[in-house]
């Protein structure tokens, strides 16, 4: 079976280093500011007729705000699918960019605001879509998948859209036609799922900075300090860090194994966002960042995405007082989007009712 890379040069990783270096430093509030901030937030929410969608990865007190105001803490897909489904007309997004675009894409008639449209993804940086559409046009006879951590121009140019919850499913149903398949972005998600499938890849090499630090001799050194945890890990990781790992699944699939391994300790591979709706499900339990880098390294991650990190009760205020930062797709772009979407939560459908 094809296992091949389409490979980049190192100017996609500087490209990826400036936008880092490009990104602000937030103030520390003390919590009587946090707690005003949140209070005029709470107030222009309502007024807006306007509903908090925040990403697993964001800042804890985001997520707490979500939470508090009837919004959604999730994945990208289940915060777009929420933000459609729900009354309100204003849709704030925390996150990164293309989760705002899904969100828009999903909800066109909606307005969708974010707290910046500055904070993006290196898997997004990474496959420009002109460069994208050149590579699938290479290659006619594979049919595109691509993870949903991609711009809606890149979306629009696939087949299928996926989550790392549902690309096993999706890339097994597609082999069993008998189809070969073009992966973009995540080289170690696509190889995962290659592993795991059998199926004939072509993949675009792209990474996730922050699940591309975890390393294998770290996580083993953990282990042995704490060996009665369970290692989990977001298949965006490395093949030495999957083969380590007791389960292995998308953030929604990491949190359920937490509920339901009976372990009380949890060595996570994955953005340590996550801690804060894990640590709700599962209290009485011990929650371990893994290791990222080796011992005395300087990451680029350090298990926290710089850009999720971008998402703050200041910017998320102004945004909401001038209706700044909304996310605009080109309306015959996301038509095209919509099409590999709801290919995708169509066949979810299927997969739910069996």
Known sequence: ??????????????????????IPAHDEVSPQQQAELKQRIKALLLRENAVLVAHYYTDPVIQELAEETGGC???SLEMARFGRDNPATTLVVAGVKFMGETAKILSPE???????????????IGCPADEFAAFCDQHPDRTVVVYANTSAAVKARADWVVTSSIALKVVEHLDAQGEKILWAPDKHLGSYVQRETGADVLMWDGACIVHEEFKAKALLDLKAVYPDAAILVHPESPQSVVELADHV??????????????????IVATDQGIFYKMQQQVPDKELIVAPTAGSGATCR???????????????????LEQGSNEVLVDVTLGEQAMKPLTRMLNFLLVVKNH
């Open 301 to 319: 991650s350090c298990a926290s995405c710089p850009w999720m990190g971008m998402n703050a009760l200041d910017n998320l205020l102004e945004s």
């Open 110 to 124: 909606k307005r969708v605001l974010m707290p910046t449209l500055e904070a993006t993804c290196s898997l997004d």
């Open 1 to 22: 079976m094809a296992d091949a890379i389409m490979s980049h040069d190192a100017a996609d990783q500087q490209l990826v280093r400036d936008y880092i270096n490009r």
């Open 249 to 266: 699944g998308s953030t929604s699939q990491i949190i359920n194994a937490a509920v339901t391994m009976p372990n009380k300790q949890f």
């Open 73 to 75: 803490v999730s994945d």
